[in-house]
Protein backbone atom coordinates (compact mmCIF):
# COMPACT_ATOMS: atom_id res chain seq x y z
CA UNK A 1 0.00 0.00 0.00
CA UNK A 2 0.67 3.76 -0.08
CA UNK A 3 3.66 5.06 1.85
CA UNK A 4 1.35 8.25 2.25
CA UNK A 5 -1.71 8.38 2.35
CA UNK A 6 -3.77 11.96 2.26
CA UNK A 7 -7.06 12.60 3.53
CA UNK A 8 -9.33 14.11 2.80
CA UNK A 9 -9.21 12.56 -1.13
CA UNK A 10 -11.48 16.21 -1.86
CA UNK A 11 -11.73 19.12 -0.27
CA UNK A 12 -14.07 22.13 -1.39
CA UNK A 13 -13.90 25.63 0.48
CA UNK A 14 -14.56 28.96 -0.13
CA UNK A 15 -12.76 31.32 -0.92
CA UNK A 16 -10.79 33.06 1.97
CA UNK A 17 -11.20 29.95 4.40
CA UNK A 18 -8.49 28.07 5.48
CA UNK A 19 -8.02 24.36 4.41
CA UNK A 20 -6.60 21.64 6.15
CA UNK A 21 -4.92 18.72 4.67
CA UNK A 22 -3.66 15.27 6.48
CA UNK A 23 -0.78 12.43 5.41
CA UNK A 24 -0.20 9.54 7.15
CA UNK A 25 2.97 7.22 6.59
CA UNK A 26 3.89 3.64 7.68
CA UNK A 27 7.79 4.01 7.67
CA UNK A 28 10.32 5.74 9.48
CA UNK A 29 11.02 8.85 7.03
CA UNK A 30 13.85 11.34 6.76
CA UNK A 31 12.15 14.15 5.33
CA UNK A 32 8.33 14.56 4.30
CA UNK A 33 7.62 17.32 1.48
CA UNK A 34 4.60 18.70 -0.02
CA UNK A 35 3.64 19.43 -3.52
CA UNK A 36 1.14 21.13 -5.42
CA UNK A 37 0.33 19.83 -8.57
CA UNK A 38 -2.34 21.60 -11.09
CA UNK A 39 -4.72 19.54 -13.64
CA UNK A 40 -2.81 18.64 -16.06
CA UNK A 41 0.55 20.18 -15.38
CA UNK A 42 3.93 18.75 -13.05
CA UNK A 43 4.47 18.95 -9.97
CA UNK A 44 5.91 21.80 -7.77
CA UNK A 45 7.63 22.15 -4.77
CA UNK A 46 5.78 23.50 -1.95
CA UNK A 47 7.77 22.74 1.55
CA UNK A 48 10.20 19.93 3.06
CA UNK A 49 9.88 19.18 6.71
CA UNK A 50 12.63 17.58 8.01
CA UNK A 51 12.11 14.25 10.70
CA UNK A 52 14.05 16.42 13.29
CA UNK A 53 11.31 19.30 13.20
CA UNK A 54 7.77 19.50 14.21
CA UNK A 55 6.53 22.82 12.31
CA UNK A 56 7.10 24.86 9.46
CA UNK A 57 5.73 28.11 7.68
CA UNK A 58 5.76 29.47 4.00
CA UNK A 59 3.64 32.20 3.35
CA UNK A 60 0.43 31.22 3.98
CA UNK A 61 1.26 27.72 4.33
CA UNK A 62 1.98 25.81 7.61
CA UNK A 63 2.82 22.36 7.84
CA UNK A 64 3.47 20.22 10.95
CA UNK A 65 4.84 17.10 11.56
CA UNK A 66 3.88 14.48 14.85
CA UNK A 67 7.11 11.33 14.17
CA UNK A 68 5.04 9.41 16.67
CA UNK A 69 1.79 9.76 14.76
CA UNK A 70 3.87 9.25 11.61
CA UNK A 71 1.28 12.00 10.17
CA UNK A 72 1.92 15.53 8.58
CA UNK A 73 -0.76 18.13 7.76
CA UNK A 74 -0.96 20.83 5.20
CA UNK A 75 -2.81 24.29 6.40
CA UNK A 76 -3.36 26.86 4.10
CA UNK A 77 -4.91 30.04 5.48
CA UNK A 78 -7.07 32.92 3.57
CA UNK A 79 -7.13 30.24 0.50
CA UNK A 80 -7.84 31.63 -3.28
CA UNK A 81 -8.81 30.08 -6.02
CA UNK A 82 -5.65 30.11 -7.07
CA UNK A 83 -5.21 27.32 -4.83
CA UNK A 84 -7.21 25.23 -6.58
CA UNK A 85 -5.11 21.78 -7.06
CA UNK A 86 -4.17 18.56 -5.98
CA UNK A 87 -1.90 17.99 -2.90
CA UNK A 88 0.22 15.49 -2.55
CA UNK A 89 2.61 14.43 0.25
CA UNK A 90 6.09 12.60 -0.62
CA UNK A 91 8.57 10.52 2.09
CA UNK A 92 11.67 9.53 1.33
CA UNK A 93 13.38 6.92 3.98
CA UNK A 94 16.72 5.35 2.24
CA UNK A 95 19.98 6.54 1.86
CA UNK A 96 19.24 8.21 -1.33
CA UNK A 97 16.10 10.54 -2.16
CA UNK A 98 13.72 8.11 -3.30
CA UNK A 99 10.33 9.35 -2.57
CA UNK A 100 7.01 8.02 -2.28
CA UNK A 101 4.14 10.02 -2.91
CA UNK A 102 0.47 9.51 -1.31
CA UNK A 103 -2.54 9.50 -3.76
CA UNK A 104 -3.07 13.23 -3.02
CA UNK A 105 -6.28 16.02 -2.21
CA UNK A 106 -8.08 17.49 -4.32
CA UNK A 107 -8.07 21.22 -3.22
CA UNK A 108 -11.03 23.41 -5.04
CA UNK A 109 -11.54 26.65 -3.79
CA UNK A 110 -14.54 28.34 -4.92
CA UNK A 111 -14.33 32.35 -5.73
CA UNK B 1 18.85 28.56 -15.16
CA UNK B 2 16.45 26.28 -17.00
CA UNK B 3 14.00 23.96 -15.20
CA UNK B 4 13.72 20.16 -15.57
CA UNK B 5 12.74 19.72 -19.46
CA UNK B 6 10.60 16.93 -20.76
CA UNK B 7 9.92 16.40 -24.29
CA UNK B 8 7.75 15.52 -25.99
CA UNK B 9 5.19 16.71 -23.86
CA UNK B 10 2.17 14.74 -25.56
CA UNK B 11 3.05 11.51 -27.32
CA UNK B 12 -0.02 9.21 -28.85
CA UNK B 13 1.25 6.19 -30.10
CA UNK B 14 -0.39 3.04 -30.96
CA UNK B 15 0.00 -0.52 -29.58
CA UNK B 16 2.62 -2.34 -30.37
CA UNK B 17 5.03 0.97 -31.29
CA UNK B 18 7.60 2.39 -29.08
CA UNK B 19 7.45 5.11 -27.31
CA UNK B 20 10.65 7.50 -25.96
CA UNK B 21 10.57 9.91 -23.01
CA UNK B 22 13.19 12.55 -22.91
CA UNK B 23 14.58 14.08 -19.84
CA UNK B 24 16.58 17.14 -19.47
CA UNK B 25 17.90 17.89 -16.03
CA UNK B 26 18.54 21.21 -14.55
CA UNK B 27 22.01 22.54 -15.26
CA UNK B 28 24.12 20.87 -12.71
CA UNK B 29 21.82 18.60 -11.73
CA UNK B 30 23.39 14.69 -12.19
CA UNK B 31 20.69 12.77 -10.43
CA UNK B 32 17.13 11.75 -12.64
CA UNK B 33 14.18 10.02 -11.27
CA UNK B 34 11.26 9.14 -13.68
CA UNK B 35 7.88 8.69 -12.02
CA UNK B 36 4.36 7.43 -13.84
CA UNK B 37 1.13 8.91 -13.08
CA UNK B 38 -2.34 7.71 -13.37
CA UNK B 39 -5.21 9.35 -14.04
CA UNK B 40 -7.34 10.23 -10.47
CA UNK B 41 -4.09 8.61 -8.76
CA UNK B 42 -0.20 9.76 -6.98
CA UNK B 43 2.93 9.27 -8.74
CA UNK B 44 4.74 6.16 -8.60
CA UNK B 45 8.56 5.83 -8.26
CA UNK B 46 9.99 4.08 -11.26
CA UNK B 47 13.74 4.40 -11.42
CA UNK B 48 16.33 6.39 -10.50
CA UNK B 49 19.90 7.68 -12.61
CA UNK B 50 22.88 8.66 -12.17
CA UNK B 51 24.95 9.73 -15.08
CA UNK B 52 25.80 6.10 -16.70
CA UNK B 53 24.22 4.02 -13.91
CA UNK B 54 20.77 2.79 -12.74
CA UNK B 55 20.89 3.11 -9.09
CA UNK B 56 17.27 1.36 -7.99
CA UNK B 57 14.83 0.48 -10.84
CA UNK B 58 12.74 -1.17 -8.32
CA UNK B 59 9.24 0.30 -9.28
CA UNK B 60 10.05 -0.35 -13.15
CA UNK B 61 7.93 -3.00 -14.63
CA UNK B 62 10.06 -6.27 -15.89
CA UNK B 63 9.61 -6.19 -19.67
CA UNK B 64 9.30 -3.62 -22.00
CA UNK B 65 10.62 -0.77 -19.94
CA UNK B 66 13.93 0.44 -20.09
CA UNK B 67 15.93 3.52 -18.61
CA UNK B 68 19.63 5.14 -19.59
CA UNK B 69 21.35 8.54 -18.52
CA UNK B 70 23.95 8.29 -20.72
CA UNK B 71 27.16 10.83 -19.76
CA UNK B 72 26.17 13.08 -22.93
CA UNK B 73 22.53 13.68 -23.08
CA UNK B 74 19.44 13.51 -21.52
CA UNK B 75 17.96 10.41 -19.78
CA UNK B 76 15.79 8.54 -21.73
CA UNK B 77 12.79 6.27 -20.87
CA UNK B 78 12.05 3.45 -23.03
CA UNK B 79 8.64 1.91 -23.77
CA UNK B 80 8.77 -0.99 -26.08
CA UNK B 81 5.84 -2.57 -27.87
CA UNK B 82 3.18 -0.31 -25.87
CA UNK B 83 -0.44 -1.31 -24.74
CA UNK B 84 -3.29 0.84 -23.59
CA UNK B 85 -2.43 0.54 -20.23
CA UNK B 86 1.22 2.13 -20.82
CA UNK B 87 -1.48 5.69 -20.81
CA UNK B 88 -0.19 8.26 -17.74
CA UNK B 89 1.80 10.81 -17.84
CA UNK B 90 5.22 10.36 -17.13
CA UNK B 91 7.29 13.12 -14.87
CA UNK B 92 11.09 12.94 -14.68
CA UNK B 93 12.57 14.77 -11.72
CA UNK B 94 16.42 15.60 -11.34
CA UNK B 95 18.46 16.56 -8.25
CA UNK B 96 22.32 17.80 -7.77
CA UNK B 97 22.21 14.92 -4.93
CA UNK B 98 21.21 11.63 -4.06
CA UNK B 99 20.83 11.93 -0.55
CA UNK B 100 17.72 12.78 2.03
CA UNK B 101 18.71 16.92 1.97
CA UNK B 102 18.27 17.48 -1.67
CA UNK B 103 14.84 18.78 -2.97
CA UNK B 104 13.77 16.75 -6.46
CA UNK B 105 12.45 19.49 -8.92
CA UNK B 106 9.87 18.41 -11.55
CA UNK B 107 9.44 18.20 -15.04
CA UNK B 108 6.19 19.21 -16.90
CA UNK B 109 5.73 15.61 -17.73
CA UNK B 110 5.36 13.74 -21.05
CA UNK B 111 1.48 12.41 -21.66
CA UNK B 112 1.58 9.38 -23.18
CA UNK B 113 -1.68 7.77 -24.99
CA UNK B 114 -1.87 4.72 -26.86
CA UNK B 115 -4.61 3.91 -29.35
Known amino acids: SQQGEEDPQALSIQEGENATMNCSYK?????LQWYRQNSGRGLVHLILIRSNEREKHSGRLRVTLDTSKKSSSLLITASRAADTASYFC???????????FGTGTKLQVIP | NAGVMQNPRHLVRRRGQEARLRCSPMKGHSHVYWYRQLPEEGLKFMVYLQKENIIDESGMPKERFSAEFPKEGPSILRIQQVVRGDSAAYFCASSPGGGPAYEQYFGPGTRLTVT
Open chain 1, 27 to 31: TSINN
Open chain 1, 90 to 100: ATDSGGYQKVT
